[in-house]
């Protein structure tokens, strides 16, 4: 017997039958659902996609109750603790882990595009010293379109190659240049010797020294959290970026568009709200009474629930055990105590138990960065960076596959009907 769904309208007694594959039935074949031949027939109602899959993807695939993550099918845990950050980039960029001669290449072709034109140097300057650096890496982002126009001819697999080189290259030397600039310091070049993330650390740290050595452990936590933050499916910045690219607007528009879904304090801005929150709750013994607040309604307990996972993100078990090798070089963040003390007593409580939420990947990362001397406003950019791979990833599966079409979603109408306007001296 074919996998159908059998649906009867009650208001007409008819049955219809909806095919099922791979567990889901097609928004459209609900259309054929109606009562007369000229309505336009039955629509799913999904504010905020609860329950709807918006594409098929080969890409990430997260069990939420089971707390599993998978890049291409490679456990997280496994990449965290054999992979570097580039590999995993190109892992989830083209599908296979890199042969030795393929992770060379790529390796070089990223660090031969990690240098940012003048012209884009001199349009960070004009920044206030204060801006935030998550505003200045979204504006720089969107301004390379300006530079790579090029970029327009997203149907070339040898343009989108290059574009994805360019932005894997530079978002870390626009990230640094973001957070020198808001320290009132010059910009540090590149330097190719450096790994990924050991370039980064020097572009952001460097001082006088001729050449700057990143610290071993610092450096490997940070390609490890840039591992955990690659990709995560369709989550509210991914979305955007296919949103934004099924319009066919270049991958450096859509990546800005992408990092601002990204900036908000309940996606890619948690982790810095979980450093406020922390700073706000000031000290273990005032935790009992912001776990009160919170139950109240009062409020979120940043860094904690998720809307897929329905158990301990595995990302944050990663995190967890990583802070304490950062905290051995670095001294302890004195708000790791206050941060333990939060997971313990919400991990009990009937109001986090029954809810399921559970720490996720931005509870602890922000106290390594803090640890690490980054100032809490360059944690989203710190998750925007490795998160470039997989925004361009989704974005090249989402041009390559022959069912998607530009994102249009319906709604309900429930305004008024026609009516006759009304000048402006009769209006009551
Ligand atoms: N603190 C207190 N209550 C919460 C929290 C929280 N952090 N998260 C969810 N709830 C409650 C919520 O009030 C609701 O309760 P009720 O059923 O009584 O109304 C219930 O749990 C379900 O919440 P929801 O808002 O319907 O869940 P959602 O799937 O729409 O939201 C979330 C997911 C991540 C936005 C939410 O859990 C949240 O706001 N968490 C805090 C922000 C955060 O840490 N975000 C980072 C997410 S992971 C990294 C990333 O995606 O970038």
């Not at 054929?32 to 905020?48: C, H, L, N, R, W």
């Not at 949103?243 to 859509?254: K, L, Q, T």
Request: aromatic share 10%.
């Amino acid at each position: 017997m074919a996998d159908t769904l059998t649906i009867t309208d009650n208001r007409t007694g008819k049955q219809y039958e909806v095919p099922i594959q791979d567990g889901t039935i097609k928004a459209t074949d609900l259309r054929q659902i109606k009562v007369t031949s000229d309505e336009f027939g039955m629509m799913t109602y999904d504010p905020a996609f609860m329950n709807t899959a918006a594409c098929k993807s080969r890409i990430t695939f997260i069990d939420g109750d089971k707390g599993v993550l998978l890049y291409r099918g490679y456990p997280i845990e496994q990449l965290a603790e054999k992979s570097d950050f580039l590999e995993v980039a190109y892992l989830i960029l083209f599908g296979e882990l890199p042969t030795t001669k393929a992770h060379e290449d790529w390796a070089r072709d990223v660090t031969l595009h990690t240098m940012l034109h003048t012209n884009l140097a001199k349009l960070m300057e004009g920044f206030r010293h204060d801006a935030h650096p998550m505003g200045m890496f979204i504006s720089t982002v969107g301004a390379l379109s300006t530079f790579y126009p090029d970029a327009k001819d997203i149907f070339s697999p040898e343009s989108r190659r290059l574009q994805t080189v360019r932005l894997i290259a530079k978002v870390p030397s626009i990230s640094a240049y973001a957070f020198r600039h808001s320290i009132g310091r010059p910009f540090n070049q590149p330097d190719n010797d450096l790994s990924y993330a050991g370039n980064f650390l020097s572009m952001l740290f460097r001082m006088t020294e001729l050449k700057y050595t990143p610290n071993p452990v610092l450096e490997r936590a940070l390609d490890v959290l840039f591992i955990l933050h690659a990709d995560h499916e369709q989550n509210c910045s991914t979305s955007t970026m296919r949103a934004i690219g099924s319009s066919h607007a270049d991958p450096y528009s859509a990546l800005a568009g992408a990092a601002a879904a990204l900036y908000g304090p309940l996606h890619g801005g948690a982790n810095e709200a979980v450093l406020r929150m922390l700073h706000e709750i000031g000290s273990i013994n005032n935790v009992p009474a912001f776990i009160k607040r919170v139950k109240a309604g009062e409020g979120r307990l940043m860094g904690f629930g998720h809307r897929v996972y329905k158990s301990y993100d595995p990302r944050a078990k990663i995190i967890k055990r990583m802070a304490d090798l950062v905290f051995d070089v670095m001294g302890k963040n004195p708000l790791l105590e206050m941060a333990l003390e939060l997971e313990r007593i919400a991990l009990e409580d009937e109001y986090f138990v029954s809810r399921k939420l559970y720490p996720n990947v931005d509870f602890y990362s922000g106290l390594i960065y803090q640890a690490m001397g980054f100032p809490v406003d360059m944690f989203p950019v710190l998750f925007a960076i490795p998160r470039t791979a997989g925004w361009i990833a989704q974005w090249e599966e989402m041009l390559n596959d022959p069912d998607q079409k530009i994102a249009r979603p319906r709604q309900i109408y429930l305004g008024h009907g026609p009516r006759d306007y009304v000048p402006r001296e009769r209006r009551k």
